[in-house]
């Protein structure tokens, strides 16, 4: 019951209340322009490829640049960068419209549009969803995603059919317009936002090196790789059905831009009711049955869809679609979030929106092609086997219980005292720690050394290592290296509580005097004498 009553908790946080609410009316407007996007490229043109390729243009800048995005986030405010998108957004909206009131829209420059407007999305996206952890605290964060998800599908359930009313009434211009309105309220609610400014030690991570440090925390940890390609999978096969829901909607339904926006309803609907289910499968089932029964689900409903001609059918099709597609892309994302320190976890994010977004627009050419090569409704089908796939991936890449490990900074890392004059950018430094370790503590200590290699390398060390001794076999020397002095400190301030363990542990095996022996040193070829005086007289320290 706790894990249920949980799911409404971050509500009790202003901030949130506020945030939420605009976004419902910012989703609103973007669900409306996505339907007048759709529908209109059914007017210029006959190709289920180019219709397709509408929701690619959207889904594929958040693939591209979305690990941009991330390390923007991790190193800048995270705030500032969402007005900046939204801004944006606003803008290419307010151009789009006034160009389909003048008539001038062609099939390459609405696609041309709906590219920019996914640029937005994707510099947004990683700076919002790494921001619930700094709204709600991290008990709530799962309710809080659940929620986001929630609001967004709610309006998916009205959205759509708001968008085929109005694209049916007054054209897609007035459904843009419409759209570049609705980014107003989330504008004002995040300029009174006010988040609580966290004093950082280090000077900003380089652009180049904080991405590339992103991509090596990620792919040295197993559970967030599998989380990724289980995201792939589910976006590659799932995409098909949104896009191909235009083609499907006036070729086998027969209806309009109307019946387009209701199927669009149902599937929304469904998937609110995913958000309602979502507390109640955590509780009772794994992760890994929830995302194999969702992938199963999901490839049911594109088989009915794919070969309806009944209107009552195809959108009863949709809500179990719908439903799935919450309960899968909710629980992805806090996977990620939940198993990402703070110092990374924009970067994480974008790296899960590159593998699910990247699946989607892959999955929205493909599936177009398909669909101009066998019909709408064989491309369906094979879709669905697409998910059969993803769920029998489960059997050997099963998806990780939420992490219940203390991601939170360790924040005991004192910087040394040193006796040379270093500069941030000097180095390389190398780092050398010596234990003493008695001869049946070694499979141990071994084993924990492996351990010890995959955090230091996560965390930036190069060129670790672990040393015996040959005259003094009981001293063993862990040593690696790092590229700068700005980047050692970096690394030890990344250390987490749950990293500590493994350091607790390691440090139970010494049998040395004190604490292992800790070596800092600079690689010197040749430098001028005065850089590498020392500063002052005093004990070695």
């Not at 008539?103 to 407007?117: A, N």
């Not at 010494?510 to 002052?536: A, F, N, S, W, Y």
Request: charged letters at 15%; aromatic letters at 8%.
């Amino acid at each position: 019951m706790a894990e249920r009553m949980s799911v409404l908790a971050p509500f009790r946080h202003e901030t949130f209340r506020l945030l939420w609410l605009a976004t419902l009316v910012s989703n609103l407007g973007g669900l409306v322009q996505s339907v007048g996007a759709g529908w209109m490229m059914t007017t210029l043109t006959d190709s289920h490829n180019m219709i397709a390729l509408v929701q690619a243009s959207t889904t594929l800048p958040i693939m591209v640049f979305s690990l941009a995005s991330g390390a923007l986030a991790d190193n800048f405010d995270r705030r500032t960068i969402m007005l900046i998108a939204q801004g944006g957004m606003m803008v290419v909206s307010v151009a789009l419209a006034v160009l389909a009131f003048m008539g001038m829209l062609s099939p390459w420059l609405l696609l041309g549009f709906t590219f920019l407007i996914g640029c937005g999305t994707a510099l947004f996206n990683p700076s919002w969803q790494a921001s619930m952890g700094d709204i709600v605290p991290r008990h709530e964060l799962a309710g809080a995603v659940t929620l986001n998800s929630m609001g967004f599908n709610m309006m998916r359930s009205v959205g759509p059919a708001v968008g085929g009313l109005i694209v049916a009434l007054a054209g897609a211009g007035a459904a843009f317009a419409v759209n570049a309105v609705s980014y107003v309220p989330l504008l004002v609610a995040l300029g009174r936002w006010k988040p609580e400014r966290v004093a950082n030690r280090l000077p900003r991570e380089n652009f180049a090196s904080a991405m590339w440090a992103g991509i090596r925390y990620v792919s040295l940890s197993p559970n967030l790789m599998t989380v990724l390609l289980r995201a792939f999978l589910f976006g590659f096969g799932a995409i098909s059905v949104l896009a191909l829901l235009p083609s499907v909607a006036s070729e086998y339904v027969g209806g309009g831009a109307l019946v387009y926006g209701t199927l669009l309803g149902s599937f929304g609907l469904g998937a609110i009711g995913g958000g309602f289910l979502n507390g109640r499968a955590r509780e009772r089932l794994s992760n890994e049955v929830i995302v194999r029964a969702a992938c199963v689900g999901f490839a049911v409903s594109c088989a009915v869809l794919g070969f309806s001609r009944d209107p009552v059918l195809s959108h009863f099709a949709l809500l179990p679609a719908g439903a799935c597609w919450v309960l899968s892309l909710s629980l992805f994302n806090v996977s990620i979030q939940l198993s990402s320190p703070r110092w990374v976890v924009g970067r994480a994010l974008s790296l899960y929106q590159t593998a699910t977004f990247g699946g989607m627009a892959v999955g929205s050419w493909i599936w177009g092609l398909s669909a101009d090569a066998v019909g709408p409704g064989w491309a369906l089908a094979l879709a669905g086997w697409v998910l059969l796939a993803c769920a029998l991936v489960g059997f050997r890449l099963r998806l990780p219980q939420f992490n219940a490990r203390d991601l939170n900074p360790l924040d005991t890392f004192n910087e040394p005292i040193l006796r040379l004059d270093l500069r941030p950018r000097s180095g390389p430094i190398m780092v050398m720690i010596d234990y003493s370790i008695d001869q049946e503590d070694i499979p141990r200590f071994l084993a924990l050394m492996a351990e010890r290699r995959h955090i230091r390398i996560r965390d930036g060390a190069r060129q670790w290592a672990v040393l015996r001794d040959l005259e003094h076999p009981d001293i063993w020397t862990e040593s690696y290296h790092v590229p700068t002095w700005i980047d050692y400190l970096r690394h030890n301030l990344r250390r987490t509580k749950a990293d500590s363990e493994n350091t607790d542990l390691i440090r139970a095996l010494h049998r040395g005097e004190g604490l292992p022996k800790v070596r800092r040193m600079i690689e010197r070829q040749t430098v001028p004498l005065r850089d590498d005086t020392p500063l002052r007289e005093g004990p070695e320290i």
